[in-house]
């Protein structure tokens, strides 16, 4: 329960246990089967990649849309068994799968050619055309644009194994988020705190986190969170901060309320100075009830260059100021990237 609270106040992972789903898969999500990125799938036009394609194997007339119905790819997609979570023609997932096919009737040889088109929030990430022959002259029947969807979307899946496309580092290089893999620098101990890993999150615009464990103490966690600043970078520095913990403080309340635990605040949200150079924002809290051991949970937030760092502890700020101390002036985090420099001009116009 100690670490199930902080995991969820700490807004470090998508579920209410970390480690099962942030540390132990979601953060290394690829495309091992079974995929577990929920997907929506429409049919779509072809593009004129697509269309090119066919008219430079056949005559342009001779090429023909959908001549593969839309329900036989949705089906070979159920039958992979390669997505947990499918979504055939409904909204609501972060991807979306679009996939448009021609066919055309060349003699004997029946060519088939199908584009899968990944999108990530309606943005562009990979695009693949692939094709399919077989020996008939007539239109393809039912049974047989079944087998041939069978066919063109085992071939995409391969693509997606080889690319690791729905990893979190394939999103990242294409929307062109910051490389925190190369370009983040983050202590290997704190005190006697040791580095566990450091992983993307599913999302660019929440960045990376640095997981350190104790030796000793197993449920002595600090976590070092690192994301892109989602206000105007002009906002004034401890506005923009404190926001960050009364966040953090919603959610805490939130998770107390669940677990019926009474919430206090040691220390409330207020600036906090590190060797006299460094100014951050610091917020202490404890939970507690008549059947479980007290919880504690510190949380310090700094910004640099244009994201904000987040150090969480699962103990008291007596103990954990001095590794924040020692922590904070040893992070370097990467420059501004070409997504939020693009997001930011869109913001401003």
């Known amino acids: 329960m100690h670490s199930t609270f902080l995991n969820v106040f700490h807004s470090v992972a998508v579920s209410v246990v970390l480690c099962s789903t942030m540390f132990c898969s979601q953060a290394k999500a690829t495309a091992i089967s079974p995929i577990h990125t929920p997907l929506s799938v429409y049919s779509s036009y072809p593009s004129d990649l697509l269309e090119?394609?066919?008219?430079?194997?056949?005559?342009?007339?001779?090429?023909?849309?959908?001549?593969?119905?839309p329900n036989a790819f949705v089906l070979a997609l159920k039958n992979s068994d390669a997505f947990v979570s499918l979504h055939p023609f409904n909204e609501g997932s972060d991807y979306e799968l679009l996939?448009?096919?021609?066919?055309?009737?060349?003699?004997?040889?029946?060519?088939?050619?199908?584009?899968?088109?990944?999108?990530?929030?309606?943005?562009?990430?990979?695009?693949?055309?692939?094709?399919?022959?077989?020996?008939?002259?007539a239109d393809v029947n039912i049974?047989?644009?079944r087998a041939i969807a069978e066919v063109l979307v085992s071939q995409w899946l391969k693509h997606v194994e080889q690319s690791a496309l729905f990893s979190s580092r394939f999103l990242f290089n294409a929307l062109e988020a910051s490389?925190?893999?190369?370009?983040?620098?983050?202590?290997?101990?704190?005190?006697?705190?040791?580095?566990?890993?450091?992983?993307?999150?599913?999302?660019?615009?929440?960045?990376?986190?640095?997981?350190?464990?104790?030796?000793?103490?197993?449920?002595?966690?600090?976590?070092?969170?690192?994301?892109?600043?989602?206000?105007?970078?002009?906002?004034?520095?401890?506005?923009?901060?404190?926001?960050?913990?009364?966040?953090?403080?919603?959610?805490?309340?939130?998770?107390?309320?669940?677990?019926?635990?009474?919430?206090?605040?040691?220390?409330?949200?207020?600036?906090?100075?590190?060797?006299?150079?460094?100014?951050?924002?610091?917020?202490?809290?404890?939970?507690e009830s008549d059947s479980t051991p007290t919880i504690y949970a510190s949380t310090y937030v700094f910004r640099r260059e244009d994201k904000i760092i987040k150090v969480a502890t699962t103990f008291p700020t007596d103990y954990s100021d001095k590794l924040v101390n020692e922590l904070i002036t040893r992070v370097e985090v990467p420059k501004e990237s070409t997504l939020m420099k693009n997001v930011r001009s869109l913001l401003e116009e």
């Open 143 to 145: 049974e047989e644009g």
């Open 179 to 287: 490389n925190y893999e190369n370009s983040l620098q983050v202590p290997e101990t704190v005190g006697e705190f040791t580095k566990l890993d450091t992983q993307l999150y599913a999302d660019p615009f929440s960045g990376v986190i640095t997981r350190y464990t104790h030796p000793t103490f197993e449920d002595a966690l600090l976590d070092v969170s690192v994301y892109p600043i989602l206000e105007p970078l002009n906002t004034e520095v401890d506005a923009l901060l404190n926001k960050q913990l009364d966040d953090d403080l919603e959610k805490a309340n939130s998770v107390a309320n669940m677990q019926h635990l009474t919430l206090s605040l040691p220390n409330p949200a207020s600036p906090y100075f590190v060797n006299g150079e460094i100014t951050g924002w610091r917020l202490g809290l404890k939970a």
């Open 52 to 69: 090119t394609t066919c008219a430079e194997q056949f005559k342009k007339e001779n090429c023909k849309d959908d001549a593969v119905s």
């Open 99 to 137: 996939i448009a096919n021609v066919g055309t009737s060349d003699g004997s040889m029946q060519s088939q050619y199908a584009e899968f088109t990944i999108q990530w929030r309606g943005l562009e990430l990979d695009s693949f055309i692939t094709a399919s022959q077989t020996q008939n002259e």
